[in-house]
């Protein structure tokens, strides 16, 4: 199985464990998108500037207001979560899900998905 | 006691009941500081002006990848978090906390002050 396959099935065992998550993907830290589990209304190249402007705002927020190297964002709309953490070092993984997730159990299932992602990156 | 002493008491116990919580300000759509409480090392100016970054930029990425209205952004680095809800309409709460933080609590304790700072603006 190839890296991207690999990773590929990591983003999809993460969607289909959890029914609130809608989509995953792995991005860059230039905000490119390397794998990705996206339903068909939500475009990539939509998500991967996004995440790009998400993660150079957050980390100089994090750095501003002395809260060291960014590690995590959510953003928490009416209709649901975009949650953004670390992966392998220099990518991140990106997550939307619903309003009714229970954030607890989305970060622990993006942590082990994460992990599992580091070994493949 | 003026409408300014209530938001600071709001905010000064907020601060002082979560000891993980360092500084917590209330800043109007557009940026401004109304009220806070900020130790010595943190400048009002800077909280504002992220704040106001992180309120634009929140509100676009909820938007555009579907979440809806902002309702909260949270930046979590090494050294601790930067969480910022809605409190009244066109006014946000803004708390820095360490890393130690429990974020269920902090939470909860930014939820009763925001619903308490509604009834003074």
Same mark, same amino acid.
């Given at each position: ?58 980390? !100089? =927020? *994090?750095? #501003? $207001? @002395? ?44 942590? !082990? =998905? *994460?992990? #599992? $992602? @580091?070994?493949?990156?």
């Amino acid at each position: 199985m190839s890296r991207i396959d690999e990773m590929n099935r990591i983003l999809r065992t993460l969607q289909s464990g959890t029914p609130e998550i809608e989509a995953a993907a792995v991005i860059s830290e230039d905000g490119l998108v390397i794998a990705s589990a996206l339903p068909q209304h939500i475009e990539e190249v939509r998500v991967a500037g996004m995440s790009a402007t998400l993660l150079s705002l957050g980390t !100089r =927020a *994090a750095t #501003e $207001l @002395g809260r060291g190297a960014l590690e995590q964002v959510l953003i928490r709309g009416a209709r649901g979560y975009v949650v953004m953490m670390t992966a392998a070092p220099g990518t991140l993984l990106l997550v939307l899900s619903t309003q009714d997730a229970k954030l607890g159990l989305i970060f622990l299932d993006m942590k !082990r =998905a *994460a992990a #599992e $992602l @580091g070994k493949v990156l």
